[in-house]
């Protein structure tokens, strides 16, 4: 298998994950597949929202609808893999780093704007995602699973790139570098400040 691995310079992430993460998930390999599940759920419900929010912007109406049938594909293949192990998709549950980082979304009359920041927060999130991804390719026992965490990896990688080029379509590029950076400081802060738990993706 040739090896893609996105790294720092690529995902630009400021804060590498707290290494005992992967440790623990683990251990908790049902918590962390009912979790991942909802987290491609709401990755296709996100770009939903956007399709139906800007149906005046033809390019990211096109990407995005691609990128929903693959966070489908991506959802459906999770519950194959919680079956596969006779486990439930069990309970939604809160996001606690999808919700802090939701807060930076700046609301009100400017709409480039506020779409700008939604697309760079939905970057943040699969970069992080793809970042996780890693660590369970690389660590854990199940060579199934591995499998699968590469190729959804090397998915979330590309996700990534979609989104921080889609800002780049309707904002300044110079304007969504500055405004990326200031994201990247953010979500590192969340990251700092939340505790790795042993039933979440994030
Ligand atoms: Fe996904
Ligand atoms: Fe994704």
Same mark, same amino acid.
């Given at each position: 298998?040739?090896?893609?691995?996105?790294?720092?310079?690529?995902l630009?992430?400021?804060?590498?994950?707290?290494?005992?993460?992967?440790?623990?998930?683990?251990?908790?390999?049902?918590?962390i597949l009912?979790?991942?599940?909802?987290?491609?759920?709401?990755?296709?419900?996100?770009?939903i929202?956007l399709?139906?929010?800007?149906?005046?912007?033809?390019?990211?109406?096109?990407?995005?609808?691609?990128?929903?049938a693959?966070?489908?594909?991506?959802?459906?293949r999770?519950?194959e893999q !919680?079956? %596969?192990?006779? +486990?439930? /998709?069990g309970?939604?549950?809160?996001?606690? &780093? *999808?919700?802090?980082?939701?807060?930076?979304?700046?609301?009100?009359?400017k709409?480039?704007?506020?779409?700008?920041?939604?697309?760079?927060?939905?970057?943040?999130?699969?970069?992080?995602?793809?970042e996780?991804?890693?660590?369970?390719w690389?660590?854990?026992a199940?060579?199934? !699973?591995? %499998?699968?965490? +590469?190729? /959804?990896?090397?998915?979330?990688?590309?996700? &990534? *790139?979609?989104?921080?080029?889609?800002?780049?379509?309707y904002?300044p590029?110079?304007?969504?570098?500055?405004?990326?950076?200031?994201?990247?400081?953010?979500?590192?802060?969340?990251?700092?400040?939340?505790?790795?738990?042993?039933?979440?993706?994030?």
């Amino acid at each position: 298998m040739s090896e893609l691995q996105p790294n720092k310079t690529i995902l630009r992430l400021e804060l590498p994950t707290d290494p005992r993460w992967v440790n623990i998930a683990e251990k908790n390999i049902e918590e962390i597949l009912v979790d991942h599940a909802y987290c491609e759920q709401k990755a296709a419900t996100s770009a939903i929202s956007l399709i139906v929010k800007y149906p005046d912007k033809t390019k990211l109406v096109d990407e995005l609808t691609d990128l929903v049938a693959e966070e489908w594909s991506h959802f459906e293949r999770v519950l194959e893999q !919680l079956k %596969k192990r006779g +486990y439930g /998709l069990g309970r939604n549950r809160p996001d606690e &780093y *999808v919700v802090q980082l939701s807060k930076h979304i700046r609301k009100g009359d400017k709409r480039e704007r506020q779409l700008m920041d939604h697309l760079l927060v939905n970057a943040l999130i699969e970069a992080r995602s793809c970042e996780r991804f890693k660590l369970l390719w690389k660590n854990i026992a199940d060579e199934e !699973l591995q %499998k699968f965490y +590469y190729e /959804l990896m090397v998915s979330e990688a590309g996700h &990534y *790139v979609s989104f921080v080029k889609l800002a780049k379509e309707y904002m300044p590029a110079e304007v969504v570098d500055a405004r990326f950076k200031e994201l990247l400081q953010i979500e590192s802060d969340i990251i700092r400040n939340l505790e790795p738990r042993p039933d979440r993706m994030h």
